[in-house]
């Protein structure tokens, strides 16, 4: 697919666009395209390194407080008083 889809340097134009006049819409055209950047240069490495990282921070802190979420609507907090005897 990648054959079909990149542009060709002696004719400027991609294959799909020769043979059919419009281009494939590939699965990864439809990603996000503010998360990283798939081909950094020196220049913006840095930047894209800290766009992933604060990208992976947010999806765990997401992920950390849907699981919170879940525990809490089930979790009821033991009814032990000081004295009883419990299984440990």
Same mark, same amino acid.
């Given at each position: %697919? ?5 542009? =060709?340097?002696?004719?400027?134009k991609?294959?799909? %666009?020769?043979?059919? *006049?419009?281009?494939?819409?590939l699965?990864?055209?439809a990603?996000k395209?503010?998360? *990283? @950047? ?9 930047? %894209?390194?800290?766009?992933?990282r =604060? =990208?992976?921070n947010?999806? %765990? ?10 525990? @809490? ?5 033991? @009814? ?5 005897? *419990?299984l440990v």
């Amino acid at each position: %697919m990648e054959y079909k889809t990149s542009i =060709h340097p002696s004719t400027g134009k991609t294959k799909e %666009m020769l043979e059919k *006049v419009w281009n494939l819409r590939l699965p990864y055209d439809a990603l996000k395209k503010d998360l *990283v @950047d798939i081909h950094p240069t020196e220049s913006t490495f840095k930047l %894209m390194l800290e766009k992933a990282r =604060h =990208h992976a921070n947010r999806c %765990m802190q997401d992920a950390f407080n849907q699981a919170k979420e879940r525990w @809490d609507k089930s979790h009821k907090p033991p @009814d032990f008083k000081l004295g009883d005897l *419990v299984l440990v």
